[in-house]
């Protein structure tokens, strides 16, 4: 059965670090997303993504933030900057139009 | 914010079914019902979804009212593997990723 692959399971950066987070996506779906959940609390929406551009973002997803599809495969979030509080499990997701969506098993990141 | 409702916890006995309530009184006619599960800190898994009928897969039913303002996903024979946190979801996203909203879900927990 297709999935959505995220890597690596855990991260750990030290604060003010870049870091990107990769996602690679079922093949034939078309929609994106990255979401994340903190410790203990919802799992909340960071964006969106569609014929290479985003199409939604939430409050949280500001300028530190920034997705890519590089290379039709891979969907990567980068942080530029990282904060303590973006530790976090972060989600990536993919769908086709009208259809349900798939979530990978996450990315750990820890920011120390 | 979410536009369901469900109760916080609820148990039930190994090979039983479970029974898990939602109501979104506020549901638009385009607006499908997702339930998804998570366990642990796991990716969020989907289970199914449905529009005005009832649906059925080898995972779940989903039973939704004739006023489409409540819906109940039933586990016919809840294994000790089914302990999860349990989302319902009411959306019409495809763009529209931040119209899919998890609340805090109902954490049911199967007894041996």
């Known amino acids: 059965e297709p999935e959505v692959t995220q890597t690596p399971s855990h991260q750990v950066t030290q604060m003010g670090q870049e870091v990107i987070l990769h996602c690679v996506p079922i093949s034939n779906h078309l929609y994106f997303y990255w979401y994340r959940q903190i410790l203990g609390q919802k799992v909340e929406f960071l964006v969106s993504?569609?014929?290479?551009?985003?199409?939604?973002k939430s409050e949280i997803f500001d300028d530190q933030f920034s997705v890519e599809r590089p290379d039709g495969s891979n969907f990567t979030l980068k942080i530029r900057s990282t904060k303590l509080e973006d530790s976090a499990m972060y989600f990536c997701?993919?769908?086709?139009?009208?259809?349900?969506?798939?979530f990978g098993q996450g990315t750990r990141l820890t920011v120390v | 914010d979410a536009k369901t409702t469900q109760p916080p916890s609820m148990d039930c006995a190994e090979g039983r079914a479970a029974n898990l309530p939602c109501n979104h009184s506020?549901?638009?006619?385009?607006?499908?019902v997702y339930w998804y599960r998570q366990i642990h800190s796991q990716g969020p898994q989907y289970i199914i979804h449905g529009l005005k009928n009832n649906e059925t897969n080898e995972m779940a039913s989903l039973i939704i009212t004739e006023d489409r303002k409540s819906s109940t996903l039933i586990l016919p024979h809840a294994t000790l593997r089914d302990t999860a946190v349990y989302y319902c979801i009411v959306s019409d996203w495809d763009n529209y990723g931040q119209n899919f909203v998890f609340g805090p879900g109902t954490r049911l927990s199967v007894l041996p």
């Open positions: 506020t549901i638009s006619g385009n607006e499908y």
């Open positions: 997701a993919s769908k086709r139009a009208g259809t349900e969506a798939f």
């Open positions: 993504f569609y014929n290479n551009e985003i199409s939604e």
